[in-house]
């Protein structure tokens, strides 16, 4: 039994080779928000931004439809119903999060790895799964980022930010069903969920005559992921 789906943006080929191989690659390295892992957005508008925000870092232009599809892909996979998740919007699991961060900012300088490196979310979630025996406890990582806020500086309001939920899988075998996710009819309605994301452009809607020039990063630190 399937709990949800779950999307995963690529570089086409390498999503080619993954369900060819019928193995995701993981992605690797202290600097992954989450840590090591196989990266799931649960919407499938957040993985076309992802794969948007990669296809305007490689070629520095405007996203073509076209070139966007020849280029790149989502997967969809269900993740299963049974996964030990570490949930970071639970209270006890932040808690955990907290104070192991807090305890490695404190004896950073006595532990030889850690000394050259500037404490963040995926050093502690790193550390808590390959060194203190979370792995045997859990499968994933659950967050929710909030991206944007400084476009919700102009009024006063508690969800001044738009909500990112990510997984981070640990243990591959609970995600299966992996198939390649067909969005090119959506292509419209993201771009419009992306426009609107920025809330100056939802408070003030630009003039039809006026051209909008889309960041991708405006208002959040860029994702990235490491090419395989």
Not at 152 to 163: A, D, K, L
Request: glycine share 4%.
């Amino acid at each position: 039994m399937l709990a949800e789906k779950i999307y995963h943006g690529t570089y086409r080929a390498r999503g080619q080779r993954m369900l060819a191989s019928n193995a995701f690659e993981e992605s690797i390295g202290d600097r992954h928000w989450l840590g090591d892992g196989i990266y799931f957005f649960v919407e499938d508008f957040y993985a076309y931004k992802w794969i948007v925000d990669m296809y305007n870092k490689q070629y520095n232009e405007s996203c073509r439809d076209d070139a966007l599809i020849e280029e790149y892909m989502i997967i969809s996979a269900g993740q299963k119903a049974d996964a030990r998740m570490f949930d970071l919007i639970k209270a006890a699991h932040k808690i955990e999060f907290d104070k192991t961060f807090a305890e490695l900012k404190r004896k950073k300088e006595h532990i030889p790895r850690f000394r050259t490196v500037e404490i963040s979310d995926g050093v502690v979630i790193n550390y808590m799964f390959n060194e203190l025996g979370y792995a045997q406890d859990f499968d994933l990582v659950r967050a929710i980022f909030g991206l944007n806020p400084r476009h919700y500086r102009s009024v006063f309001t508690r969800f001044g930010f738009m909500p990112q939920e990510q997984r981070c899988i640990k243990n591959p075998t609970v995600v299966e069903d992996a198939d390649e996710y067909h969005y090119a009819d959506n292509i419209a309605v993201y771009k419009d969920q992306i426009r609107d994301m920025y809330f100056n452009n939802v408070i003030q809607p630009p003039s039809a005559n006026k051209v909008v020039k889309y960041s991708p990063t405006a208002g959040n630190p860029p994702f990235r992921m490491k090419r395989r």
